[in-house]
């Protein structure tokens, strides 16, 4: 008990620097498209149907030097771009192991997720297929690996995304139901999380973000509709959000991100937004509504203007003028949302 | 909380609670014959876990067969490895042999175990599946 007031005393430090809702947030950037060229994102390459879903953009993170990082989740590679979304580079390519060989491919991946980048612009990509994170360089060269398959300590199974911290890096371990810690360099340090819908309790464990301090974790889960609020040892501070379509509320949480100033972004996929909340949960405003088709990463660059990964492309929102409107149009490929029209219909 | 969020959230949990849970068959083993690994430290059986595992009722939530392969020769358990494999996928996994087993799996011999897989999937729902299979040394005595 002694140890959650702690945890929220500390995320509630940055309370008093985060400034009420101000300005409405508009679209002041957008690109992307379907398609291998550079630039776009998806291909289509893992067929038809339910998985189609992968083929939007993946994990999304700005470096140190205000590049903007994107995982091409069906095309296996992770994209550089500048803020204003014109393509720098790339570096990855594809490789499948269901076995142990994986361990030793390098610079390639299977439907990577999530991403991070540390302070010196290390990039920490989530390999999901492979079930390992590869840590790499700013220009795209191999450093090392954290974790690989399996279900003994240290070990990923669908590792999902990564938040990066000054001494560890936080993993999502999906299978394993656990968020693990390791050193920056790979070493296991331990994991806290455990399957169960009880109160800290995991499901679907999806995205991850650290506090700029470093010691609050924000955890969502997809199925329980909810963020978590942990100390980086794993306990439990609070929580937010329920099922729904309300303010505060969540259909499938996905990415989460926070904010120079301490507030937490969460991108609420089935509702199609980003809401915004204070580092202890509390709703402040929601971001997004009519521009957004699938909104899953997201993340906070050091001015504020926040980058979500979308339907075949990125969004940036900001607080200037922003561009002129466009309407997003959904296809009905988002087979993880198919649930939420049912409960539109219903509710008419 | 408003109207339309309170009405909202009464049909998430209706939707939840009213939808069927599916049965859940439980991880298995695939195939009949199992490698070891050099020195018999790991046995290498591939587990596989069923299609349509999910975390709720709900199309699209898939997880994961996630527990414990426990190996036995002779009624002994001489093998053991947690697991999680993802719905509708395979992979190999390393059960540790205990120290004193190990000569039981030495090249040229094929002993045929049998293992029980013990797993749950993402609504919490938990089955047991037992068979067995041949130990192949591949490496040279």
């Given at each position: 008990m002694r140890r959650a007031v702690a945890i929220l005393a500390t995320a509630l430090a940055g309370t008093a620097l985060a400034p009420a809702a101000a300005g409405a947030w508009t679209v002041e950037a957008r690109w992307g498209g379907l398609g291998k060229a550079p630039g776009s994102f998806g291909s289509g390459v893992l067929g038809g149907g339910a998985n189609r879903q992968y083929d939007s953009p993946g994990g999304v993170a700005v470096a140190p030097n205000g590049t903007v990082l994107v995982v091409d989740v069906s095309n296996n590679r992770v994209q550089r771009f500048t803020r204003d979304g014109r393509f720098l580079r790339s570096f990855g390519r594809r490789a499948r192991d269901n076995g142990f060989r994986a361990i030793r491919l390098t610079g390639r991946f299977f439907q990577p997720e999530g991403i991070d980048v540390d302070s010196r612009g290390s990039v920490y990509v989530v390999d999901a297929g492979n079930d390992r994170v590869m840590r790499h360089r700013a220009g795209g060269a191999f450093q090392s690996r954290l974790g690989f398959h399996g279900?003994?300590?240290g070990q990923l199974v669908q590792p999902w995304d990564v938040a990066v911290g000054p001494r560890e890096a936080y993993v999502i371990d999906q299978g394993n139901y656990q968020v693990d810690r390791f050193s920056r360099t790979g070493r296991y340090r331990g994991s806290f999380g455990r399957f169960?819908?009880?109160?800290?309790?995991?499901v679907t464990p999806y995205g991850i973000a650290l506090n700029p301090a470093g010691n609050v974790l924000y955890v969502t889960d997809h199925v329980k509709h909810e963020v978590m609020i942990f100390g980086?040892?794993?306990?439990?501070a609070a929580t937010f959000g329920s099922p729904g379509?309300?303010?505060?509320?969540?259909?499938k949480p996905a990415g989460v991100a926070v904010g120079p100033d301490g507030t937490v972004f969460v991108a609420d996929r089935c509702n199609r937004r980003v809401q915004r909340f204070t580092p202890d949960g509390r709703y402040l405003e929601s971001i997004g509504r009519g521009a957004l088709v699938t909104p899953t990463f997201v993340d906070v660059d050091a001015s504020g203007d926040l980058f979500v990964a979308d339907h075949h492309r990125v969004l940036r929102f900001g607080?200037?003028?922003?561009l002129a409107a466009r309407g997003a149009s959904h296809n009905g490929v988002d087979i993880q949302c198919r649930h939420v029209a049912e409960l539109v219909l219903r509710g008419r | 909380m408003n109207r339309i969020s309170l009405l909202a959230a009464a049909l998430v949990s209706t939707l939840a609670l009213a939808a069927p849970a599916s049965g859940f068959s439980g991880a298995s083993v695939r195939g009949s014959t199992v490698s070891a690994s050099y020195a018999a430290k790991y046995l290498l059986p591939r587990i596989q876990c069923p299609p349509?595992?999910?975390?709720?009722?709900?199309?699209?939530?898939f997880s994961f067969c996630t527990g414990r392969i426990r190996i036995y020769f002779r009624g002994r358990e001489v093998a053991r490895a947690p697991f999680s494999v993802r719905t509708f996928d395979s992979h190999v996994e390393r059960a540790v042999v205990r120290r004193g087993a190990r000569r039981l799996f030495r090249p040229g011999r094929r002993p045929t175990v049998t293992w029980v897989v013990r797993s749950h999937d993402g609504q919490g729902q938990w089955a047991t599946r037992r068979g067995t299979f041949t130990v192949y040394n591949p490496f040279k005595r």
């Amino acid at each position: 008990m002694r140890r959650a007031v702690a945890i929220l005393a500390t995320a509630l430090a940055g309370t008093a620097l985060a400034p009420a809702a101000a300005g409405a947030w508009t679209v002041e950037a957008r690109w992307g498209g379907l398609g291998k060229a550079p630039g776009s994102f998806g291909s289509g390459v893992l067929g038809g149907g339910a998985n189609r879903q992968y083929d939007s953009p993946g994990g999304v993170a700005v470096a140190p030097n205000g590049t903007v990082l994107v995982v091409d989740v069906s095309n296996n590679r992770v994209q550089r771009f500048t803020r204003d979304g014109r393509f720098l580079r790339s570096f990855g390519r594809r490789a499948r192991d269901n076995g142990f060989r994986a361990i030793r491919l390098t610079g390639r991946f299977f439907q990577p997720e999530g991403i991070d980048v540390d302070s010196r612009g290390s990039v920490y990509v989530v390999d999901a297929g492979n079930d390992r994170v590869m840590r790499h360089r700013a220009g795209g060269a191999f450093q090392s690996r954290l974790g690989f398959h399996g279900s003994y300590p240290g070990q990923l199974v669908q590792p999902w995304d990564v938040a990066v911290g000054p001494r560890e890096a936080y993993v999502i371990d999906q299978g394993n139901y656990q968020v693990d810690r390791f050193s920056r360099t790979g070493r296991y340090r331990g994991s806290f999380g455990r399957f169960g819908r009880g109160p800290g309790e995991l499901v679907t464990p999806y995205g991850i973000a650290l506090n700029p301090a470093g010691n609050v974790l924000y955890v969502t889960d997809h199925v329980k509709h909810e963020v978590m609020i942990f100390g980086t040892r794993g306990g439990l501070a609070a929580t937010f959000g329920s099922p729904g379509v309300g303010p505060g509320q969540f259909l499938k949480p996905a990415g989460v991100a926070v904010g120079p100033d301490g507030t937490v972004f969460v991108a609420d996929r089935c509702n199609r937004r980003v809401q915004r909340f204070t580092p202890d949960g509390r709703y402040l405003e929601s971001i997004g509504r009519g521009a957004l088709v699938t909104p899953t990463f997201v993340d906070v660059d050091a001015s504020g203007d926040l980058f979500v990964a979308d339907h075949h492309r990125v969004l940036r929102f900001g607080q200037g003028r922003g561009l002129a409107a466009r309407g997003a149009s959904h296809n009905g490929v988002d087979i993880q949302c198919r649930h939420v029209a049912e409960l539109v219909l219903r509710g008419r | 909380m408003n109207r339309i969020s309170l009405l909202a959230a009464a049909l998430v949990s209706t939707l939840a609670l009213a939808a069927p849970a599916s049965g859940f068959s439980g991880a298995s083993v695939r195939g009949s014959t199992v490698s070891a690994s050099y020195a018999a430290k790991y046995l290498l059986p591939r587990i596989q876990c069923p299609p349509r595992t999910q975390s709720t009722p709900r199309a699209g939530d898939f997880s994961f067969c996630t527990g414990r392969i426990r190996i036995y020769f002779r009624g002994r358990e001489v093998a053991r490895a947690p697991f999680s494999v993802r719905t509708f996928d395979s992979h190999v996994e390393r059960a540790v042999v205990r120290r004193g087993a190990r000569r039981l799996f030495r090249p040229g011999r094929r002993p045929t175990v049998t293992w029980v897989v013990r797993s749950h999937d993402g609504q919490g729902q938990w089955a047991t599946r037992r068979g067995t299979f041949t130990v192949y040394n591949p490496f040279k005595r």
